[in-house]
Nanobody
Framework: QVQLVESGGGWVQAGGSLRLSCAAS????????MGWFRQAPGKEREFVAT????????YYADSVKGRFTISRDNAKTTVYLQMNSLKPEDTAVYYC????????????????WGQGIQVTVSS
């Protein structure tokens, strides 16, 4: 059974930075496409960023492009989301997700999910 555990969330002022980590256990992490999604209160879960199994391909939502960077360390079975220049509208619960084959921007196509972690950006 694959388990994903997020860490690194918290509170930060606008313009600040946070780095989220997602530690995976079970399964074959190095073969999975991984991604980050987020859900703000009263809104649907939305795609943030995704990375291929090799780390060579990444894709970002337009709202975070140029500010967020997704990366992975297959030896540590961990995926990261570096978030810079944070804005109040980035406030949400952030979820780590994995997909057995390929990678995706669609939440419904993800096979594994973390429990989520709160990120709050104050103005």
């Amino acid at each position: 059974q694959v388990q994903l555990v997020e860490s690194g969330g918290g509170w930060v002022q606008a313009g600040g930075s946070l780095r989220l980590s997602c530690a995976a256990s079970g399964g074959t992490f190095s073969s999975y496409g991984m991604g980050w999604f987020r859900q703000a209160p009263g809104k649907e879960r939305e795609f943030v960023a995704t990375i291929s199994w090799s780390g060579l391909s990444t894709y970002y939502a337009d709202s975070v492009k140029g500010r967020f960077t997704i990366s992975r360390d297959n030896a540590k079975t961990t995926v990261y989301l570096q978030m810079n220049s944070l804005k109040p509208e980035d406030t949400a619960v952030y979820y780590c997700a994995g997909r057995q084959v390929g990678f995706t921007t669609t939440a419904a196509l993800c096979d594994y999910w973390g429990q989520g972690i709160q990120v709050t950006v104050s103005s």
